[in-house]
Every structure is written in C-alpha cells, then in structure tokens.
C-alpha cells in the first residue's frame, strides 16, 4: 500500500473499465469522469451502504432526492451568489489561471507574475426556458445541504419528526472550479452525500461528537484504511464565518494529506436565511416535555460526503501488489460491501459444451442470491485470476471434469490465491459467511 502512486491507480481503474475520462473520443472534458460497469457497481455499493447506515438502519433519519435546478433565490439566500468563489491569479505572461492559494507566488507553468487576485464564483449559470436574461438565470447546485433546507418544512409538516432528527441527501453537485485536478479528486461534476442533523440549540456538542463517530464507523465499513485518515480541526479564522465548529477527515493521498470529508456546525444560519428570504415559517414547533410548546430555530451538524474521494480513498486503501506463484500480481482488496462483483464463475474451458452448461447453471444459481456475480471465459485461468484480482472479486469460481463427475468446483481465494474444492449445494453458504 504504501507505494500506490496516482498513475497505477488510474491506468487500472481505465483499464478494467472502473473509470474512463469524460468525453474521450472528443478529447476528454476538463473535471468530468465517466463510470464504467465496474466503477458504477462501485460507487452504488458505496451510495447503498452509506443510506443504509445513515437512513434506513436509524429511526432519526428521513431521506430525500431534490432537484438539480432550485429556484435562484435560494442560492442568494445561502450566500452562493455573493460568496461560493475561489480566489483566482491569471498569469501575465501565458494568461492560465489558477487558484490563488493553490499557485505560489509565480506561474507554475512559465514561471510568469500573476495580476491581481479576484474572486471566481463557482456556481455554474444557466438559463431557464427560452428568454436568456437576467431574469432567466438559474445554477446548478454547488452543493445537496440547499435542497434539503429547503424542504425542511415540507418534512416536517408531512411527517412530524421529533428533535434531533436529520435530513439526508445523495445527489449530483457542480462546481466551475478553477484547476480540477488530481484524477477523481476535484471534478467539476460530482456527487455529495449529505445530511443536516437538526438539534435543539444547546444539544449540538454531543451530536457533533455523536456524528464524527458515526463518520468514522462509514469510514471503517466501506474500507478506506482508517489509519490513512486524520482529524483537522479547522481554526477560527479558517472557518466559514457562521460555522462554530468543523473538522475534516483528511486522507493520506498519494498527492498529499488531503479533505477527505467534513464536519460542521453550522449554527441556525442557514434556516435564518432562509426563513428571511423566503418569507416562510421555518420555526419548530417544539411540542416536547422539553421544549413545551415554544417555537425555535434548531440548529445544525452537517456531515458531508463527497462520493469520488471515497472512491478514490477507497482505490488508494485497498491497492495492493505481491508475489503469488513466482509473479508480481496487483490486486485490489475490497471488502465485501464495497467490491463491485463478489463472485466470478469460469468454466475451466469455454470450448467444452457440458463444461459450459454446468457453469451456466451455478453461475444463475449464485447470480439469483447475489446479483454482483459475473461470467468470465475469456482467455485461460491465469489470466481470468489476474484480471478478478485486479477488479477486486473476493472469490472465484472453476466448473472443470471433476465437477461434472463429484458436483465440486475449485473457489479460490483473492487475498491469499489459495483454492479449496467446495460442493456446489455449499457454495452460496460459504459466500454469505464471508
Ligand atoms: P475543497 O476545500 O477540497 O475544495 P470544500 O471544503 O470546498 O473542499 P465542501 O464544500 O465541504 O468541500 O464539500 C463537501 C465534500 O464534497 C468534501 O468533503 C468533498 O468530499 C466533496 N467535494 C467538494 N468539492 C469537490 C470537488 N470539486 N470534487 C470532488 N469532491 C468534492
């Protein structure tokens, strides 16, 4: 693990068909990746796994799916418009641009002086409808935190949740930044997983301590190497001005000690804002033996998520390369919620037609239990082996001569390459056990 560098990761991840550039034909787009049939099965595991731990394994939690285009006003209410900028230099000489705090003090590309730093907004401005005036103008989300404030009276009214209680989103998030950079790590298209805890105003540090354990318990589950991960409390002066309190969870990426995710309390700001700009009553009622019928502003833990940094935590976490039958072999070591296909099942040859048709007939066995199953008869074993291994699948599955005579086939092991003969009727048992 500890020499994964950035090029190994991203020839594998387009060469077993994780993730591809976007647009490639075209010549790519700048910040856009495109998922391939092993990165999507990725990233739906993880996506899967994160709303199972944080909606439906709890009884405090409510989940929803806004829209992409919100009503600008929104935006304005957030701060968005006047503030969601980065600081940007444009060289003098080559006229690149770059983001200020990320450039040094001259052009890392010529070496030029940059002019003056101005703020970049980095919402990304489109037009609704035919007209396209000011009046038409609209954004895509920078962030999923907007729709759920919005709907937090539409939750609240429909289904009555009790203090604390939270809101969680999965969604697409865009944002125009200035230097994407470092493969999936800053994209200008991504997905956020995000949730607004909503707590009485004095109860907010032990949420905030509950919440960074539970951070750390999806961190563990989804198999990103917890000692890679690390605490930043973020100091006053750095902190979002409403914002009494953030850590982020920074990862050791081969580029560097980076936000992996975030933690913040955000105070009562942004149910404020939004109650000033929208004219709407976002008070809680709060009928509780506690409360005793007084309406108040709850306020907010905000555990956010970013779905590629996962991804990419989660590449980094289980790349691994060693010895097996006297050849280097790379081999990713997912864990079982995480690996995109959790078994693969060959015939040992595909010219053989009873071979064939008894694979066929584990293969449906297994594949009506555990969907994420693929059929692999490509080239011989050797290289069906390596190539599983570098997709991630915990086991393989061989139907040779024996298994037409006994009804065993050999399952072997990704981790160790060690291969055991298994009856078929023991085979889905054995799976579930691991
Ligand atoms: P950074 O400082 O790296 O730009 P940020 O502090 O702006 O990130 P947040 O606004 O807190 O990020 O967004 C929440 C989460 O969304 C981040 O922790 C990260 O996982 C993810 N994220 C944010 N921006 C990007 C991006 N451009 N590409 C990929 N993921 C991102």
Known sequence: MADVTMEKIVSLAKRRGFIYPGSEIYGGLSGTWDYGPFGVELKNNIKNLWWRMF????????????????????????????????????????????????????????KGTFGEVRQFNMMFKTHIGAAEDESSVSYLRPETAGGIFVNFKNVVDSLHPKLPFGIAQIGKAFRNEIAPRDFIFRVREMEQMEIEYFVRPGEWEKNFEAWKNAMYGFIDAVGIATDRVHELEVL?????????????FEFEFP????????????????????????????????????????????????PSFGVERTILALLVSAYREDE?????????????????????????????????????????????DIPQTMWDDNGNIGKRYRRQDEIGTPFCVTIDFDTLEDDTVTVRDRDTGAQERVAVRDLLPRFSAS
């Open 236 to 248: 006053e002066g750095d902190r979002a001005h409403y914002s009494k309190r953030t850590i982020d």
């Open 324 to 368: 097996l039958g006297g050849e280097t072999r790379t081999y990713l070591k997912f864990n079982s919620a995480a690996a995109p296909i959790k078994v693969a099942v060959f015939p040992l040859l595909k010219n053989k037609p009873q071979l064939v048709e008894k694979a066929r007939a584990v293969f449906d066995m297994i594949k009506k």
């Open 255 to 302: 580029f560097g000690r980076k936000e992996l995710y975030g933690l913040a309390y955000r105070t009562d700001f942004d149910l404020l804002a939004h109650a000033k700009h929208s004219g709407a009553e976002l008070g809680y009622l709060d009928d509780s033996p506690d409360g005793g019928g007084k309406r108040i502003m709850p306020h907010v833990i905000e």
């Open 55 to 110: 909606v439906q394994d709890r009884a405090d939690m409510y989940g929803i799916d806004a829209a992409i285009l919100m009503n600008p006003r929104a935006w304005e209410a957030s701060g968005h418009v006047a503030g969601f900028s980065d600081p940007l230099v444009e060289c003098k000489k080559c006229k690149r641009r770059f983001r200020a705090d990320h450039a040094g003090d001259a052009c890392p590309e010529c």
